[in-house]
T-cell receptor
Framework: DTEVTQTPKHLVMGMTNKKSLKCEQH?????MYWYKQKAKKPPELMFV???????INESVPSRFSPECPNSSLLNLHLHALQPEDSALYLC???????????????FGNGTRLTVT | AQKVTQAQTEISVVEKEDVTLDCVYE???????LFWYKQPPSGELVFLIR??????QNEISGRYSWNFQKSTSSFNFTITASQVVDSAVYFC???????????????FGTGTSLTVIP
């Protein structure tokens, strides 16, 4: 079983809806990530949180809004999405942000999002 | 420029055959880290191995083995006696040292889809 838990597993939403994706880890990791993955493509980095502060935003549209309430939780708030935003959204965590010694990313199972 | 190249898009093998997945990377750093992940149809990316640039010793874990060659910037992955459960997409990834406290960047290759036929 994965140690990074994502909910929901599947989500269908209309373009006017507001929804949130949730991610939780209890490994004591201090870096958390959101990735977006389209079919047959590698994961694309969206956001990185380091010690609960947003450290990387890969020019993601403002209709995606991340939030890190505490060191164990990571949310992705969705509003006014487009059909092309349909994808698998993966949360990951890693052991701190030791710049000299990057540790592996630990991924959740992802949320399969469909925007209609 | 693509930092990690996985030239094999799709591979099919018959069960019990050996298969090698290629990974070529590009970096100017002398210290870097390489990873392999497995993504079965269920979607989760499963961490398989992490290797730093100073450790060129090949590694074996059960039916899995990795061949790291700095001279050719390659980090290839071999599955011996493949099984149907090995069917998945495999990603190679590179992480370089960061110069600012923004978190480690991971560069993923485009993945190789492996199908093991029973």
């Amino acid at each position: 079983d994965t140690e990074v838990t994502q909910t929901p597993k599947h989500l269908v939403m209309g373009m006017t809806n507001k929804k949130s994706l949730k991610c939780e880890q209890h490994m004591g990791h201090r870096a958390m990530y959101w990735y977006k993955q389209k079919a047959k493509k590698p994961p694309e980095l969206m956001f990185v949180y380091s010690y609960e502060k947003l450290s990387i935003n890969e020019s993601v549209p403002s209709r995606f809004s991340p939030e890190c309430p505490n060191s164990s939780l990571l949310n992705l708030h969705l509003h006014a999405l487009q059909p092309e935003d349909s994808a698998l959204y993966l949360c990951a965590s890693s052991q701190g942000v030791n710049l000299q010694n990057p540790r592996a990313l630990h991924f959740g199972n992802g949320t399969r999002l469909t925007v209609t | 420029a693509q930092k990690v190249t996985q030239a094999q898009t799709e591979i099919s093998v018959v069960e019990k055959e050996d298969v090698t997945l290629d990974c070529v990377y590009e970096t100017r750093d002398t210290t870097y880290y390489l990873f392999w992940y497995k993504q079965p149809p269920s979607g989760e990316l499963v961490f398989l191995i992490r290797r730093n640039s100073f450790d060129e010793q090949n590694e074996i874990s059960g039916r899995y083995s990795w061949n790291f060659q700095k001279s050719t910037s390659s980090f290839n992955f071999t599955i011996t006696a493949s099984q149907v459960v090995d069917s998945a997409v495999y990603f190679c990834a590179l992480s370089e040292q960061q110069r600012t406290n923004t978190g480690n960047q991971f560069y993923f290759g485009t993945g190789t889809s492996l199908t093991v036929i029973p």
